[in-house]
């Protein structure tokens, strides 16, 4: 009788071994799946971290990483040789690539790094992103002056409205050049200081087209900006 149940008790163990192995490999699995779930997903750091600077408005650029959806941008910012990282306010959290650090490197002498790195909650960030070393006074581009006309019957009434920014920044400092070109081609020159409101042309001829320009100068730092479009009126 023994022997009749040797191979149906045999048959038992096997299947219980059988049933506690696929037990066992399911919670593994499970074990595995919590513990990766666990690790942070470390993102692709921005890259192309740059500055881009006119009329000392001093705004970071950079480009979002490949793998980007809904991304958050945190960004700091330190004096070349200093040690310390600082957040620069108003760029914490953020989702546009780009900031306006014009408050924290407002010194057109000194020699700035920033850093941006990026996040995806709850978990997930990348390496930072570094720019390289920006100085505001050597890199700036500088705009001319908008230019409005007006006719009258002396001739042109000039005057230029200059940037905002420029003019808080370097208002003492700054000269204009109109550049006044006459049909055939050829220029007159007039220079402007800071302080002055308008330009009064008067010995021109009647009847007869002027197109304009203006440009903007800073000879203490040597920066010449482009000219302005040019704008044209006809004499009465």
Sequence with gaps: MSACLGPVNSLN??????????LLGNLCLRLTASQASSF?????PPAKVRFDSVDYKNV??????SNSTTLQYYIQWKIY???QWLDVEGCQGIRNPHCDLSDVT????????????VSSLPASKSAWALSR??????????SPPALRLNVTEQGLVVRLKPNRSLVQKMHKKLHYKIYVIHADGEEDVFEMDCCSKQ???NKLHPRTRYCL???TLIPVHAKTSARSAPRCATTL
Excluded: C
Excluded at 60 to 65: A, E, I, K, T
Excluded at 133 to 142: A, L, N, Q, V
């Design 13 to 22: 163990t096997m299947t219980s071994l059988l049933l506690r192995t696929m």
């Design 40 to 44: 942070p997903v470390f993102l692709a």
């Design 60 to 65: 970071l650029h950079w480009n979002p990483p």
């Design 81 to 83: 040789g200093e040690p």
């Design 106 to 117: 407002s010194d057109p002498r000194e020699w700035y790094y920033a850093r941006v790195h």
């Design 133 to 142: 070393r920006f100085s505001p006074g050597w890199e700036t581009k500088i």
């Design 199 to 201: 330009l009064d042309l």
């Design 213 to 215: 320009q203006t440009q």
